[in-house]
């Protein structure tokens, strides 16, 4: 017989403020700045700050999109 377990899905916030997420602004070929986050794999918190870091990632993306088509988020017709 399987144990039924119900919760939220959500991860808590890191309530101490402490994460491994490091953020750079660096240049890239063109001279353009863009935003570097790196994780420590060895991090108490690792899957805090990866949700963290893609969470981020995914709301850049949408920002893109929405600016270059006008939606942020859109599935490519298959032809």
């Given at each position: 017989m399987a144990k039924v377990?119900?919760?939220?899905?959500?991860?808590?916030?890191?309530?101490?403020g402490k994460t491994s997420v490091t953020e750079k602004r660096v240049r890239d070929r063109a001279g353009q700045l863009k935003t570097l986050r790196t994780l420590d794999v060895g991090s108490r918190t690792f899957g805090a700050d990866l949700q963290y870091v893609f969470g981020k990632n995914v709301a850049k993306a949408r920002r893109d999109?929405?600016?270059?088509?006008?939606?942020a988020d859109i599935a490519v017709s298959k032809r």
């Open positions: 377990v119900v919760r939220s899905l959500k991860i808590k916030p890191n309530t101490s999109n929405k600016r270059v088509i006008g939606v």
